[in-house]
């Protein structure tokens, strides 16, 4: 998908110092009760390019968990995924590895 | 509502006319509300408009709106900073996507006086697609958020409560809808 590749410019984004750089940063999506199965996993399929069992894997994470973490990486890369699942309508947020 | 898979990959949805109505003025609504929360006009560039920088710095007040475009963060420093450089651009697709299924029904005519109103047929397409199955969420994410329906609990109290039943049916029929699109999606080459 575009929304996940888009080159997005410099200027957007205000630099910002990590507080634990050494730490991943996470993309966790949240269960909600409006979103089908069937349509979270083809979020991920369509967004994150997961094949079908991991998708499905991730959505039944999600469903029965509460929430999981479907992506790690820089921040930037991970404002990026939440952007586009909010564009999806999913409930999703960022946070560093390891926090609360 | 009836769907034909299409050999060129595309889909076939036929829609009986109230049912195009409803959809085309649950849609209609859908674009006023992202309209009331936006900013700048809807460029008519689509690139320039899913760019589009100058979003609101606080949650929207509005349960839909507030579930449509909800905090990236738990922290609200960090909230209001995604939100102010992202959700102008997401307001701007959820409009082109919405603005796309209004013009695929094509029910800007009425149907003449005394003629019986006949089915509307559209093709999902696979480029059309998310702009669909989008759209269909974003109306079941605003209409739940609106009636208070946040559990399976929820669900079933008010499908029993007349103020809401009628509401809950049609969230549920989006679902079917939904539902049905993304079950025909399923080619065997993704297997």
Known sequence: MMSGTRARPELRRRERISPVPDRPWQTVVWDDPVNLMSYVAYVFREHFGFDRSESERLMLRVHTEGSAVVAEGTREEMELHVEAMHGYGLWATVRQAGSP | MRLLPLPSGALRVRLDFDEAHLLDQLTGQLIELLQSHSRTALDPDPLFASLEVGGSEA????????????????ADDDASQFRRVTEQGLINRKLQDAMLVTSELGMGNAPTEGDE??????????ATLSAWVRTLTALRLAIAARIGLDSDEAHERLLVTPDTRGTVLVYDWLAAILESILRMQTTPEED
């Open chain 2, 59 to 74: 949650t929207p007040e509005d349960p839909a709106l507030a579930r449509l475009f909800p905090d990236a963060y738990e």
């Open chain 2, 117 to 126: 109103p006949e089915p509307v047929e559209i093709e999902v397409t696979p």
